[in-house]
Nanobody, 122 residues
Framework: QVQLVESGGGLVQAGGSLRLSCAAS????????MGWFRQAPGKEREFVGAISWSDNTYYADSVQGRFTISRDNAKNTVYLQMNSLKPEDTAVYLCAADPRYSGRQPRHYNYWGQGTQVTVSS
């Protein structure tokens, strides 16, 4: 079992930055793909980006160039650095983990955190 706990959300003005963290339990964290997703009210869960066990990163077009994912395996933590935030980035941000899947479809990720709210004011 893997447990994930997100932190770092909050209220920020458009153009600002936030860094989200996702702390994971378990000794095999380094072998998991870690994904970030977001979900706004009334909308489907949306892929934001992911980092593989080999540190390959990939992002949704909507955040490419503004968001950066990194991981610290010694701390069992993955980060989402969000810059140049826009009001349309407002959502609950969730991290996910999977030992085998490394894609963009949320239904294939086995483990999920509870999420952290990010609100961007205009």
């Amino acid at each position: 079992q893997v447990q994930l706990v997100e932190s770092g959300g909050g209220l920020v003005q458009a153009g600002g930055s936030l860094r989200l963290s996702c702390a994971a339990s378990g000794r095999t964290f380094s072998s998991y793909t870690m994904g970030w997703f977001r979900q706004a009210p009334g909308k489907e869960r949306e892929f934001v980006g992911a980092i593989s066990w080999s540190d390959n990163t990939y992002y949704a077009d909507s955040v490419q160039g503004r968001f950066t994912i990194s991981r610290d395996n010694a701390k069992n933590t993955v980060y989402l650095q969000m810059n140049s935030l826009k009001p349309e980035d407002t959502a609950v941000y969730l991290c996910a983990a999977d030992p085998r899947y490394s894609g963009r479809q949320p239904r294939h990720y086995n483990y999920w955190g509870q999420g952290t709210q990010v609100t961007v004011s205009s």
